[in-house]
């Protein structure tokens, strides 16, 4: 290891005293700015139309109120929020009163004095959450590695080749000896054991336990067997095995559970736009969340958010209220009037206590509403729990109930991020149609739910096979479709064809007789000019030729 929990905490405090400091060389200017604004307030003749600079002025000081609190500055912080609501408590009058003019000179001597009097010190820090330490201190994928203890030989070659077409590398043994010896040697991902063997009718629950009594962290443990009485399926249970498969044993279950057992799914990191007019707060946030795991991008000026929030596709926007040109609640009003990003959370950041102000923000449709400085587990907690609530009614809706997979409707919609994206970046890109082959052939001999059954096992073997990058969705009934990022056309059907053949020769277990099944797959590499409609009547136009000239293959389109 390279890095620790420790070395982390020093880097983000080392980089929050940086942003301190950074605020504090700034702070003069702040205060000077303001000082000049504050003069042409005082120095106004009457019936001047001061309110323009007076509005001015009160900006000023509401951004000095939000940053010097956030970083180390109270007094100063709690000063500029006094002149502010002077300000505002006096913006709509022609010129100031002598009374009004000896409090704004008051509170100007104090920002002052204060600037001079506070020394810089760095905002308040995050822990980093668990689940940032894990994925930092993760060296290495994931093991696919699986010991299988079985003493038929013939049985044993094909699990192990059937785990091979799920991605899983078997190493084979015949019996219970040297087992635990190689275990010790070698932690796999998991271990299957046969329960009958040639040291006993119930020798492979007795090694199933030897594995969980002699290794500190035992792996994850399963028992196949042709027994299906109760005795040996609570012997197992006892034994500390997490699953009992009968023989024969259907591959493609069996390896959804080893999914299940030894892998935890790396959930894509949640993105946040942050969106404030303010650069050194918008770093300030930017570090807190990324501490915990969570990527960000900043938008420093509000007008130009909507290239940035159709391009990063974030979980959630933060945004400050009092901007320039445009503040948050009516750039959350024309968010929200795009269909794309209704549902997309929303949380308000603000210095100021207006409880108007507050009751505007919810009704355009926020979803949190911060008082600054905000504590940063404040902060955190917000966005992390808006976004996983999001994500799950987002799967609820764009996921497809029996495979997993994306829907129809959410397929195209990333497919158009992605054309857009390869178009900007000059960057390849190929999108795959593919179609189960006789499908009607197999329901009508078999049972629709052995149907499902190779359904859900095409899902599975093209969500293990193909990278993370990639996005694999069930476009209806027996189709899926795959969109590969960064990949040519060529490399995607060397891909997806190494995959078509380790399918081809899954056995799926109906009534106790393997079935097999294969898929026929059109693959389109994105043109400029191309649109979601033009790439995929591409690969499907290659599809129909796959189809039509023998099935089981893949072809290019153009071909």
């Known amino acids: 290891m390279t890095g620790t929990k420790t070395d982390g905490d020093k880097d983000l405090k080392e980089k929050l005293q940086a942003l301190s400091l950074k605020f504090a060389a700034t702070a003069g200017r702040r205060v000077a700015e303001i000082e000049t604004a504050a003069r042409r307030i005082i120095e106004a003749k009457e019936g001047c139309n001061i309110s323009k600079v007076m509005d001015e002025t009160a900006f000023l000081a509401h951004r000095l109120a939000g940053s010097a609190a956030s970083f180390g500055f109270p007094s100063l912080g709690g000063t500029a929020a006094a002149l502010e609501k002077l300000l505002n408590s006096i913006k709509s009058a022609t010129a100031v009163s002598n009374e009004q003019a000896r409090l704004i000179k008051a509170l100007i001597g104090d920002l002052g004095k204060n600037l001079n009097k506070e020394k810089p010190s760095p905002p308040a820090s995050l822990s980093p959450s668990p689940a940032a330490i ?22 044993a070659a094909d699990m192990a080749a059937q785990l091979g077409h799920f991605g899983y590398e078997a190493r084979v043994f015949h019996s219970a000896e040297g087992v635990i010896e190689a275990l010790i040697k070698t932690l796999p991902a998991a271990v299957i054991a046969n329960v009958t063997l040639p040291e006993g009718e119930l020798a492979g629950i007795e090694l199933l336990a030897n594995i969980r009594d002699a290794t500190p962290s035992p792996p994850p443990t399963i028992a196949i067997s042709t027994r299906d009485d109760l005795p040996a399926r609570l012997a197992a249970v006892r034994a500390g095995a997490r699953g009992y498969y009968s023989k024969p044993v259907d591959v493609a279950r069996l390896s959804e559970a080893l999914d299940a057992e030894t892998e935890e799914e790396e959930a894509e990191p949640y993105r946040v736009l942050i969106v404030d007019d303010d650069e050194s707060m918008a770093e300030l946030y930017a570090m807190f969340l990324q501490s915990s795991g969570i990527a960000t991008k900043t938008v420093t000026k509000p007008l130009d958010v909507m290239g940035p929030l159709a391009e990063y596709h974030p979980d959630l926007l933060l945004m400050d209220i009092n901007m320039p040109d445009c503040n948050g609640i009516e750039l959350a009003s024309v968010i929200r009037q795009k269909e794309d990003y209704v549902r997309i959370p929303i949380v308000f950041l603000t210095s100021e206590t207006n409880q108007n102000h507050r009751i505007l923000a919810m009704q355009t449709g926020a979803d949190d509403f911060l008082q600054k400085p905000v504590p940063p587990e404040l902060l955190l907690s917000s966005v992390q729990s808006r976004i996983e609530r999001s994500r799950f009614f987002d799967s609820m809706i764009t996921r497809d109930s029996m495979t997993g997979l994306i ?14 994206r390869a178009a900007r970046q000059g960057a390849p890109l190929s999108f795959a149609m593919i179609d189960l082959d006789k499908f009607k052939s197999i329901n009508d001999a078999c049972g629709h739910w052995a149907g499902d059954m190779v359904i859900k096992a095409l899902a599975l073997v093209l969500r293990q096979r193909l990278r993370k990058p990639d996005v694999v969705g069930r476009y209806g009934g027996e189709e899926f479709s795959v969109i590969l990022p960064d990949t040519g056309s060529g490399s995607a059907a060397a891909v997806l064809d190494e995959i078509r053949e380790g399918f081809s020769l899954i056995k799926h277990q109906v009534k106790g007789n393997g079935i097999q099944a294969t898929f026929s797959c059109g693959i389109a590499a994105a043109e400029p000019g191309d649109s979601v409609e033009t790439l995929t009547i591409k690969a499907d136009e290659a599809l129909y030729k796959a189809k039509q000239t023998g099935r089981n293959r893949v072809v290019l389109a153009g071909d």
Not at 134 to 155: G, S
């Open 134 to 155: 894990a994925n930092a201190e993760a060296e290495t994928e994931k093991q696919r590695l699986v010991f299988l203890i079985e003493d038929d030989k013939d049985m």
């Open 407 to 420: 829907n129809h409707s959410k397929i195209k919609e990333i497919l158009g991020v992605e054309i857009n």
